[in-house]
């Protein structure tokens, strides 16, 4: 089945250790996308990708960094520069860009203390 | 800046009764989303709306768009328990996402 796959779906790590989270696609989408999102709130865009190669910064990304060296993968990490961490972190992918709904993961919930 | 409004943020009705869940944008997209997440997961598509004056249905939910007045509109019909869940639209142009509503139907 195609899908989205994200890893691992908890993460503890202690302050000052930076982190990376997993995406991968075999939907062969083109666009991949990180967004956060914090208890009782909406999502905020961290970065996205809409080609292989290349990736834009969303709302948020100071203190995040990713890469898109395949297509099938878009992995997040998050650094020891990000101040508020802990959050559950959703990667989406979708055919086109811009034009088409996301298709979500199902999440990595990071929790750093 | 894009701003995404969603109102109620919380909405608690009865079953059977219908409601409205509002979403107003601040710029000029004719691409408007609806997204549904269930508690401790990941979200799910709804209705995709691409167009002035589209209309979404399925099965108790339907969503409309007025890009004009920068509004949709996701309406609920004899609400069922099985709708309980948080309701986020999402606007082209980066993707914002409203807030959320999160919705409770009670028997």
């Known amino acids: 089945d195609g899908g989205i796959t994200q890893s691992p779906k908890y993460l503890f790590r202690k302050e000052g250790q930076n982190v990376t989270l997993s995406c991968e696609q075999n939907?062969?989408?083109?666009?991949m996308y990180w967004y956060r999102q914090d208890p009782g709130q909406g999502l905020r865009l961290i970065y996205y990708?809409?080609?292989?190669?290349?990736?834009q910064k969303g709302d948020i990304a100071e203190g995040y960094s990713v890469s898109r060296e395949k297509k099938e993968s878009f992995p997040l990490t998050v650094t020891s520069a990000q101040k508020n961490p802990t959050a559950f972190y959703l990667c989406a992918s979708s055919i086109s860009g811009w034009d088409s709904p996301l298709h979500f993961g199902n999440g990595t919930r990071l929790t750093v203390t | 800046e894009l701003k995404v409004e969603q109102n109620p943020l919380f909405l608690s009705m009865q079953e059977g009764k219908n409601y409205t869940i509002y979403c107003n944008y601040s710029?000029?997209?004719?691409?408007l989303y609806w997204y549904r997440q269930d508690p401790g997961k990941s979200l799910e598509s709804l209705f995709v709306l691409l167009s002035n004056g589209a209309v979404k249905q399925e099965g108790r939910l339907m969503a409309s768009l007025d890009t004009k007045a920068r509004l949709s509109t996701l309406h609920i019909t004899a609400a069922v328990h099985d709708l309980s869940a948080t309701y986020f639209c999402a606007v082209d142009d980066d993707m914002r996402f409203g807030a959320g509503t999160r919705l409770t139907v009670k028997p």
């Open positions: 990708s809409q080609i292989v190669n290349d990736f």
């Open positions: 710029t000029t997209s004719d691409r």
């Open positions: 939907l062969n989408h083109d666009a």
